[in-house]
């Protein structure tokens, strides 16, 4: 029985080895205050597309930076840097998620003094990224419709631990099957707190919705009401 | 440095037995004479819808068996169910992906003198079953289109091992800025070899070309070819 028991400790260290440096991380971001938000959301559900379009928006009146993750490229901080924001890409060479001592190596990079928003983009992964604490103030799930209005259901875990959920390429509805209610109602019965946001960052609508809730939410943290 | 030493060899063994078992599994699909494939893709790709369509056009000729792994739920399996074909739902209870256990602890559901195919349905993600071989042939891909061209160059492991991709969700491309050249010609210049479907479950194009190189796969596989 002892390489079993032995299994089960490594496996504990490793847990809260990212829980403490996720408080670490927290503590930074408060002292700094910056508020930090974890986006997450399948492969191609919108979350650099929804960066792009969110980004023009905030700048006119607040600084924000970006920490893009992926497995092996940096396309995506490609497309953020575009958009006169620092950007870090942090390349996780093969794992399915950011972890929070990968974002506190990311910290350096930028000017703390001048951030109100730090925006972290996880791996395109709707379970794993749920288990680990960035040190972020919450979570915001982005998830295109075209996914089906069964996703909530069939992926509650990250439902229940998030903010907000963008839900994305709305454009589409009328080619698809989704039902939106139902995806809707799913969601509120998994969290019924979250704050639900129905959005095309193809043609635009529903942006101005999230952005303004959004820039609430750093007033509100910066306010200390959050 | 004791403590590090012990994790690394900890992780190596779970690795191993995930390998060992997998051997097992691909001994027992052999000597069954049924070719067993590992069906991965993002949430929403389109993997149950596939075999929704697939499955009928199959049956007419040859006995298929489903094994459909979810995180909770058994909806997929509810689905499938309605075609008339032997399936059994594993729920990994928050994991991220199938191991070749589990697959194996489905094995006694299933009648191995009747099954000429056996489809196995991953949990959806796009990154961790990559690394989890279950003893199947081989690894096909379905990846919703909507997604878009970046995909392949983003998630090359999953595209490296799998023998085939189905491009799900045509009927949606002109709605989209995907990019189909550019799409396929990355997933080319990652894996030369693999075969590629355009298809799309709703208004069902390109579904008969798939069910054929599918059954002709059976056909080879039990006449030892493959």
């Not at 792009?52 to 920490?67: A, F, N, Q, R, S």
């Not at 497995?71 to 950007?87: K, L, Q």
């Not at 990968?102 to 990224?129: H, K, R, Y």
């Not at 454009?171 to 989704?178: H, I, M, Q, S």
Request: glycine share 6%; net charge negative.
């Amino acid at each position: 029985m002892e390489p079993k028991r032995r299994e089960i400790e490594v496996m504990a260290n490793l847990l809260s080895s990212n829980d403490i440096q996720a408080e670490v991380n927290r503590e930074h971001f408060r002292k700094n205050n910056c508020l930090a938000i974890n986006v997450i959301g399948s492969p191609g559900a919108g979350k650099t597309s929804l960066l792009e379009k969110t980004l023009p928006l905030l700048i006119v009146d607040m600084h924000v930076g970006v920490i893009e993750g992926d497995i092996f490229t940096s396309r995506d901080a490609d497309r953020i840097s575009a958009h006169e924001v620092p950007v870090i890409q942090i390349n996780t060479g093969g794992g399915c998620h950011l972890d929070s001592k990968m974002v506190s190596n990311a910290m350096p990079a930028f000017n703390w003094q001048a951030t109100d928003l730090m925006v972290i983009e996880n791996v395109g992964n709707l379970v794993c990224p749920a288990d680990f604490d960035l040190g972020e103030a919450f979570k915001v799930i982005v998830l295109s419709i075209v996914e089906g209005d069964d996703k909530p259901a069939k992926y509650p875990v990250i439902f229940r631990n998030a903010k907000a959920v963008v839900l994305n390429k709305m454009d589409l509805e009328a080619f698809t099957d989704v039902n939106m209610e139902n995806m809707k109602q799913d969601i509120l019965a998994i969290n019924p707190d979250i704050q639900i946001f129905e959005v095309s960052c193809r043609n635009g609508n529903g942006l101005e919705r999230w952005t303004s809730w959004l820039r609430q939410a750093v007033k509100d943290y910066q306010g200390n009401k959050m």
